[in-house]
C-alpha cells in the first residue's frame, strides 16, 4: 500500500466528503450557480493574497539566507503563469 492511501485508509469518511462535497462536484461538472462560484473566487483571492503576505513576511523574517532562498524559489514557483498552450 502507498502513504498517500494508508492516509486516506486512516482518515475514514473524512476524504470522500471532502472530494465528493456537492460544492466540488458541481464545480467540476460545471453547474455550480455563478452566484456562489463569484463568492469562491472573491474567498480564495482573499485567502490568496494572505497567503502571500504571510511567505513575505516569512522570507522578510528569515535568520539564514537559505531560508530565504528556499521561501524566494518558493515565490518564484507560486507566482509564475501556467502554459495552457499546446505544445
Known amino acids: 500500500m502507498t502513504?498517500?492511501?494508508?492516509?486516506?485508509?486512516a482518515i475514514g469518511t473524512e476524504w470522500t466528503d471532502?472530494?465528493?462535497?456537492?460544492?466540488v462536484?458541481?464545480?467540476?461538472?460545471?453547474?455550480l450557480p455563478l452566484p456562489v462560484?463569484?463568492?469562491?473566487?472573491v474567498q480564495d483571492y482573499h485567502f490568496l493574497v494572505q497567503f502571500a503576505r504571510a511567505n513575505a513576511l516569512a522570507a522578510y523574517k528569515a535568520?539564514?539566507?537559505?531560508?530565504?532562498?528556499?521561501?524566494r524559489a518558493h515565490c518564484r514557483l507560486?507566482?509564475?503563469?501556467?502554459n495552457y498552450t499546446a505544445d
Request: with cysteine.
Open 78 to 82: 507560486s507566482c509564475t503563469k501556467p
Open 3 to 9: 502513504l498517500f492511501a494508508d492516509l486516506k485508509k
Open 18 to 23: 471532502y472530494t465528493e462535497h456537492e460544492f
Open 25 to 31: 462536484r458541481k464545480l467540476g461538472e460545471g453547474t
Open 63 to 71: 535568520a539564514t539566507s537559505p531560508i530565504l532562498k528556499t521561501r
Open 37 to 41: 462560484f463569484q463568492d469562491y473566487l
